[in-house]
């Protein structure tokens, strides 16, 4: 015979409540941190610097969780909040003092260029190493790296000798010589 042990157990003890450890479905459970420790205070710096929350994972040796469910909590990302606009402060006070000596930095590195730093003659080295960074600043610098489109040509010796006499050609439009003599 088949009993209802739910039935039975209301008797004996009463309606049964539901299971408090357990969510119910499609809820979430809420790890919020109420009190920064140790741990928090660093991925909180860690963040505010920029770090991913997987590379504060791994730095840390944590669980990607655990660095997603602390940064999300009010008490943390407050403290984010707060030490990015720290590090914001500090930031725009550099780019200030920055602004305020670069004229003076400007004149030294063109009195080295020029070849007059205070009645001191600069090295031909360092004029040559001036220049070339007031060039790579202004945008005249020299190609650093050239990325590889992944075109491949196969070129014929025919092929070569149009392109030589295009070239030729285009030199004599244009004035100039052009050597393309073999040795």
């Known amino acids: 015979m088949y009993t209802?042990?739910?039935h039975s157990q209301e008797?004996?003890?009463g309606p049964r409540e539901p299971d408090q450890r357990r969510l119910p479905?499609?809820?979430?459970?809420n790890w919020e941190?109420?009190?920064m420790h140790e741990a928090h205070h660093?991925?909180?710096r860690l963040k505010a610097l920029g770090y991913k929350n997987v590379d504060i994972a791994e730095m840390l040796d944590i669980s990607g969780t655990m660095v997603s469910m602390v940064i999300n909590s009010p008490v943390v990302s407050e403290k984010i909040d707060q030490l990015v606009a720290a590090r914001d402060a500090e930031a725009v006070d550099i780019l200030t003092e920055i602004r305020n000596k670069a004229p003076k930095a400007l004149k030294i590195l063109g009195d080295i260029v020029d070849g007059d730093l205070n009645g001191?003659?600069?090295s031909i080295h360092l004029q040559a190493k001036e220049a070339n960074n007031i060039l790579d600043r202004a945008g005249y610098g020299a190609v650093k790296q050239v990325r590889q489109m992944g075109l491949v040509a196969h070129l014929t010796a025919e092929d070569i000798d149009q392109i030589k006499q295009r070239a030729i050609m285009n030199g004599l439009k244009s004035g100039?010589?052009?050597d393309i003599s073999e040795d």
């Not at 479905?25 to 459970?29: E, I």
């Open 4 to 6: 209802n042990h739910t």
């Open 25 to 29: 479905p499609n809820s979430k459970r």
């Open 42 to 44: 660093e991925i909180a």
């Open 120 to 122: 001191v003659k600069p």
């Open 33 to 35: 941190v109420s009190e």
């Open 11 to 13: 008797k004996y003890y």
């Open 176 to 178: 100039d010589i052009i």
